[in-house]
């Protein structure tokens, strides 16, 4: 099979397309045919070893990284964390899934999406696929989209309140804003300029243009405020904030969140319920994904990148 494989931690030329042996899954394993996968911001930090969570945690985060993931370079070299595809066998003691059914997973720190085929256990965060969404817009649900829903959770939204996205454009930003609204709130995201039409379609009361504008030299305040890209300074964002409001943010917040197939098979809902849609902004073969890599490093994807495997 083809696969892309990362031997050592550097730019995005590490990443080198090869033929690996086709995997066999085991009893409780599905074997998956991928059709789609992603390329996020954290698949370039783990390629890189750059978490990018400021000096000083960095000094802490990086030894913890070396021994998760790898000292030279990462211990699975198959990166990716999800998929969409098709069964294609499974293992002795597999009982909810059989060969053929479509489905989107995420595989997490386990990897192995940036390949034609991987093996998935049965209990893993996998479910069937939405039936209105191609490979393409389904792929990256299972983790820009759960990471969206549970730290929107962490904030309890009720009816009414007000809830600001930074960063409302990136693949969990165009998640969040939907959420937000789904909960009830009202929504303001802060984008680019190119972007402010989209925020606004996917349930946006208020948009901000950061290029003109800083949200925080305005008077209004939010009961929630989400940091969807990591670039919010901690500070501003707490001046607007209400008393007893609840400030997130993308990479301190998601600490002991679980992924689980129940909220995978919630968004599935939502989706076949058409109350959740992914944005796609480009789409490359497996064969250019130091290309992929290369768009995502420069920070101003909208929506998501998604990678055609098959």
């Not at 080198?16 to 899954?25: A, G, H, S």
């Not at 066998?89 to 390949?115: H, P, Q, R, W």
């Not at 962490?154 to 930074?166: C, E, H, T």
């Amino acid at each position: 099979m083809k696969a892309v494989i990362c031997t050592k931690y550097g730019s995005p030329e590490v990443l080198q397309l090869k033929d690996l042996e086709k995997p066999t899954p085991k009893g409780n394993e599905l074997l998956i045919k991928i059709y789609a996968t992603t390329v996020h911001i954290g698949d370039t930090k783990i390629r890189s070893f750059k978490p990018s969570m400021g000096f000083f945690k960095d000094l802490f985060i990086k030894p913890m990284m070396r021994i998760l993931i790898g000292f030279s370079g990462p211990r699975k070299q198959v990166l990716g964390m999800e998929l969409s595809g098709q069964v294609e066998a499974i293992g002795d003691n597999v009982t909810l899934f059989k060969k053929g059914d479509l489905v989107f997973a995420s595989t997490e720190m386990n990897f192995g999406t940036y390949a034609e085929y991987t093996c998935v256990p049965e209990g893993g965060v996998i479910t069937k696929k939405p039936k209105n969404m191609s490979h393409s817009e389904a792929a990256p649900v299972p983790n820009g989209g759960l990471t969206a829903l549970l730290l929107l959770r962490k904030a309890r939204i009720k009816q009414g309140q007000k809830v600001l996205i930074y960063g409302a454009s990136g693949s969990v930003g165009t998640y969040s804003v939907q959420f937000a609204n789904h909960f009830g709130a009202e929504v303001t995201g802060v984008c680019s300029t190119s972007n402010l039409a989209m925020v606004k379609c996917l349930g946006a009361e208020n948009v901000i243009d950061y290029t003109t504008s800083n949200f925080h030299l305005h008077d209004q305040t939010y009961d929630v405020i989400l940091d969807a890209v990591g670039k919010l300074s901690t500070s501003l964002a707490r001046k607007s904030l209400k008393q007893g409001g609840v400030y997130l943010h993308v990479l301190t917040s998601t600490y002991g969140l679980k992924l689980i197939s129940e909220d995978l098979n919630y968004l599935k809902a939502l989706i076949e319920d058409g109350k959740l849609i992914s944005v796609i902004d480009k789409r490359y073969p497996l064969a250019k994904i130091v290309e992929a890599h290369r768009y995502v490093e420069q920070g101003h994807k909208k929506g998501n990148v998604v990678i055609n495997v098959t």
